[in-house]
């Protein structure tokens, strides 16, 4: 109960400080982790949780997936259509150029063996723009960058999942299995979109229909219906998601439009209580072990590999320079990283200790950047809207709070 406590605390003063947060570098994102180092072991010792706790992965896992499915709810099939190129240039070949471009600072600087340096490198590929929500929320940031950081998000993160998987297997000297990681993609992808289709033709039928009051209860139930599937199929619960997000935004536009209120409380809620959590597992004694080559990776993955491979991915797509850079920088790392590192430390890897402690030190430090720039940085920047597209509205949120930084 003194978990629940301290959580309660933590967030009635995050959300107390998000209009000064709003306007200045103060993050509560950053706020709500160092409060979580502050409470944990490496602090006052008020909360304590082992790193191997169920509850850890938990949350972050839960969080994760209502982050992606709010999310995919910005993103519906018109978003996609038109967003497709860019996206799929970011995934294709940004994201492999990510995982090989930590992979080598991580070998080399950290001194893991390769299979491991690129299982780092999958860890740590996905993006979280969550935590740079003043480029994904702001109506004068032009609609097709943040759909990019969007949907670039969103389907990253269920497809860096096999990729940690094979690494990870690799790593423990075991046996990958292709054609089961294959179906487990498969199956999320078809969950995330049949649940939400079916649901949406069903409350079509003259006997069904959600009273308004209530409308935003079905994307909730639709949401917990998934996960719950994803579970005991073993399906991706991270392209679930997302899928299923997507899905509802295209078949069901008005419940999306009505829980989107809602949704993003609920984000909100769930990522506080995970970084809470996960800033009370970064202690003075865990990052004692670290040698100066290991803090040297998250900054080489941060400030060059994310914005080099972004960079690259996008040079012949209609982006222009200014967005092209605000695509590069704001890469986070976020709640698919700490879910596969802490996937990595409960395996049993000899080197997972070592892994999780460079995917806690990047993750922290991108908070620290990403999360403290993106309202300065989207001002630097002024870029405005490009004629042929609107402000905002149906491609992207408009921020919906101070305390989404």
Request: hydrophobic share 55%; glycine share 10%; proline share 7%.
């Amino acid at each position: 109960m003194s978990l629940v406590l301290a959580f309660g605390v933590v967030m009635l003063v995050s959300v107390a400080l998000s209009g000064l947060a709003a306007r200045t570098v103060l993050s509560t994102a950053l706020m709500v982790l160092l409060a979580g180092a502050l409470l944990g072991q490496g602090g006052f010792g008020l909360v304590e949780i082992p790193s191997d706790s169920g509850v850890v992965s938990a949350l972050a896992d839960l969080a994760l997936f209502t982050v992606l499915f709010t999310d995919g709810q910005r993103a519906g099939l018109p978003a996609l259509r038109q967003e497709w190129r860019s996206s799929g240039k970011a995934l294709g070949i940004g994201m492999p150029l990510a995982m090989v471009g930590i992979a080598l600072p991580a070998h080399y600087l950290a001194g893991l063996d390769w299979p491991t340096a690129f299982l780092l490198g999958a860890i740590l590929s996905p993006t979280d723009p969550v935590f740079a929500s003043a480029i994904v929320g702001r109506a004068d940031v032009p609609l097709r960058l943040r759909r990019l950081l969007n949907v670039e998000s969103g389907l990253n993160d269920g497809l860096a999942l096999p990729f940690v998987l094979i690494f990870l297997a690799a790593a423990s000297h075991e046996t990958a299995h292709p054609g089961t990681i294959a179906l487990e993609l498969a199956l999320g992808l078809l969950l995330g979109v049949a649940v939400p289709a079916l649901v949406a033709l069903a409350l079509r039928l003259p006997l069904l229909g959600a009273e308004p009051r209530l409308q935003a209860l079905g994307p909730l139930s639709v949401g917990i219906v998934v996960y719950a599937a994803a579970d005991l199929t073993h399906a991706n619960p991270y392209l679930a998601a997302f899928a299923a997000g997507s899905t509802i935004a295209t078949l069901a536009p008005a419940a999306a439009q009505r829980f989107e209120h809602f949704g993003d409380l609920l984000s909100e809620t769930t990522k506080f209580a995970a970084l809470l959590v996960f800033g009370a597992l970064i202690t003075p004694e865990r990052l004692s072990h670290l040698s100066p080559g290991d803090w040297l990776v998250p900054v080489v993955a941060i400030l060059l590999v994310r914005p080099l491979s972004i960079a690259v991915s996008l040079l012949r797509s209609r982006l222009t320079g200014r967005e092209r850079a605000a695509a590069a920088w704001f890469g986070p790392k976020g709640f698919a990283s700490v879910v596969y590192g802490l996937l990595v430390l409960q395996s049993g890897l000899p080197e997972a200790a070592h892994v999780f402690d460079l995917v806690a030190v990047t993750i922290a430090l991108s908070i620290v950047l990403h999360s403290s720039s993106d309202v300065p940085v989207a001002k630097a920047l002024r870029i405005e809207p490009p004629d042929d597209l609107p402000a905002g509205g149906s491609g992207g949120p408009t921020r919906p709070s101070p305390d989404a930084t």
